[in-house]
């Protein structure tokens, strides 16, 4: 099958809502790597995120295996072992108390809302405000919450009580009403630009004030990627409810709504559920992921994104005409572009190096946290020959 042939089957069959890469279609995968007919491609942004543990992991593929074998979907009505030794790994690495497994990112970011509202409802506490320039998901909730004219448009109207702010217009706008804000600690399709202190402080103290649950979104900074489990605890805040996703599924689809046993506690039986959350497959591979964090794989991202970072702001302070800030921590990372970055990006996967553009003038990289110190030397070496031209 060419790959034009699959192009024309695609157009007639799938709604067209993504820009495929122009890499053909891909016949097969390992570690780093994405094969196409065309050739072989180093991933940089990992699934966008979600292949913690790279392709064809074999602890992966064989934790998947032996799941199979038991059974693939049981539904939430029954006790399911692969569910809790996954709860029981992020309760312990994370310091929280408990754990609701959904299918997604945006899925995780509606049933915090759910919570946060159901949790404040007996003090008629029931707005949530999300933070400028964030991403929070496609569901009505999520677009509610953000301010980016192309996700919302076409849209309206949105959710009543739920709406988007500027960090400085917070303090005015939060009230006895309010049940929670919302933030990205790093955030992803917004540039890769981390949370001023100023605006920790300020959560804080209306955290203390009024009683407003913090809702942590890490669906793209959790789960090791910055080289602590989640990214907020590098800036001594101290969420009610976080929202994970990506790699907590080890490459097959699960979000997570992670809480104290304060908040947890206004979900009763029946109030909130799901039917595929939680899948037996999805956790088993999960599990393997945060395995490989308990054996040290944080303190690998934390050297290798060291030397990393420590090269890129070589290659900015020598084009400072091309290269701007470089942001992010441990292995989510974000260059800045004075110049037009698609030229770039496209000059790159010519290359066989993947990344993507955010944030209009961002180039994202979200490697693998299994890549290797070579794979990384190989995308400087090409980025620095790009630039160069």
């Known amino acids: 099958m060419t790959d034009a042939s699959l192009a024309e089957r695609e157009s007639a069959a799938l709604f067209h809502t993504y820009d495929r890469l122009a890499i053909g279609a891909v016949t097969h995968t390992e570690g780093c790597t994405i094969y196409t007919e065309k050739g072989a491609y180093l991933d940089l942004i990992s699934g966008l995120g ?197 790699a907590v599924g080890g490459g097959l689809p699960l979000g997570a709504i992670i809480s104290t046993d304060r908040v947890a506690a206004a979900f009763t039986p029946g109030v909130h559920g799901t039917t595929f959350g939680g899948n037996a497959l999805s956790c088993v591979a999960g599990a393997v992921v945060l395995e490989e964090i308990e054996n040290g794989l944080m303190d690998r991202i934390n050297e290798l994104s060291s030397w990393f970072f420590g090269r890129l702001n070589e290659l900015k302070a020598r084009f400072p005409k091309t290269i701007g800030e470089v942001r992010g921590a441990g292995l989510m990372i974000g260059i800045e572009c004075v110049i037009d970055p698609k030229p770039i990006h496209k000059a790159l996967l010519d290359r066989g190096i993947i990344t993507n553009v955010t944030a209009t003038n961002v180039i994202r990289l979200l490697p693998p946290l299994v890549v290797t110190k070579e794979e990384l030397e190989s995308f400087l070496e090409a980025f620095e020959a790009v630039v160069e031209q």
Do not use: W
Request: proline content about 3%; some cysteine; charged content about 25%.
């Open 50 to 246: 979600v292949n913690a543990l790279g392709y064809s992991h074999p602890g992966v593929i064989r934790a998947i295996e032996e799941q199979a074998h038991k059974y693939l979907h049981l539904s939430n009505l029954y006790l399911q072992e692969p569910q809790i030794v996954l709860a029981e790994k992020i309760k312990k690495l994370s310091g929280y108390d408990k754990v609701f497994f959904c299918n997604s990112g945006t899925e995780a970011v509606e049933g915090a809302i759910k919570l946060a509202r159901k949790f404040g409802a007996p003090a008629g506490k029931y707005e949530v405000f999300g933070l400028e320039n964030a991403f929070h998901g496609r569901t009505y909730g999520a677009l509610s919450l953000m301010d980016k004219l192309k996700y919302r448009e076409g849209f309206s109207p949105l959710v009543e009580g739920i709406r988007c702010t500027s960090p400085d217009a917070l303090e005015s706008v939060v009230s006895e009403r309010t049940a929670a804000i919302i933030l990205e600690v790093i955030q992803g399709e917004g540039g890769i630009k981390v949370v001023s202190a100023q605006t920790v402080a300020l959560l804080k103290t209306l955290q203390e004030r009024y009683g407003v649950l913090i809702i942590a979104d890490e669906i793209q900074s959790g789960i090791g990627r910055t080289g602590t489990f989640f990214a907020f605890e590098k800036l001594g805040l101290k969420p009610d409810i976080i929202v994970s996703a990506k």
